[in-house]
């Protein structure tokens, strides 16, 4: 059974950082691209950010690029999700999630390509 546990988020006035955690138990962490997901009231959710398998080139949305730095530690089978400069936009449930394809050669944007996600961690940006 795979896990994805989420932590780090809360409230933080605009222009403020946070560092959200991904803890992942029940596959063999080093082989799966992980990503990140976010979703506001009333809207659907929307890819943040990607890191390979292979820790090499990370994806970021355009609205997050530059602000936010996706990386991992495969000793500690967690992603992380650094954030800064944060908007009142950034306001959302964040979720970690697995990709389905271990060793997947180009990695995915498409939400239907993770089949394993966390529970979600608020994200609250103040104006």
């Known amino acids: 059974q795979v896990q994805l546990v989420e932590s780090g988020g809360g409230l933080v006035q605009a222009g403020g950082s946070l560092r959200l955690s991904c803890a992942a138990a029940?596959?063999?962490?080093?082989?799966?691209?992980m990503a990140w997901f976010r979703q506001a009231p009333g809207k659907e959710r929307e890819f943040v950010t990607i890191?390979?398998?292979?820790?090499?080139?990370?994806v970021y949305a355009d609205s997050v690029k530059g602000r936010f730095t996706i990386s991992r530690d495969n000793a500690k089978n967690t992603v992380y999700l650094q954030m800064t400069s944060l908007k009142p936009e950034d306001t959302a449930i964040y979720y970690c999630?697995?990709?389905?394809?271990?060793?997947?050669?180009?990695?995915?944007?498409?939400?239907?390509?993770?089949?394993?996600w966390g529970q979600g961690t608020q994200v609250t940006v103040s104006s």
């Open positions: 029940g596959r063999t962490f080093s082989r799966y691209t």
């Open positions: 890191i390979p398998w292979s820790g090499g080139v990370t």
């Open positions: 999630a697995t990709d389905r394809r271990a060793l997947r050669a180009v990695p995915t944007r498409s939400i239907y390509e993770y089949d394993y």
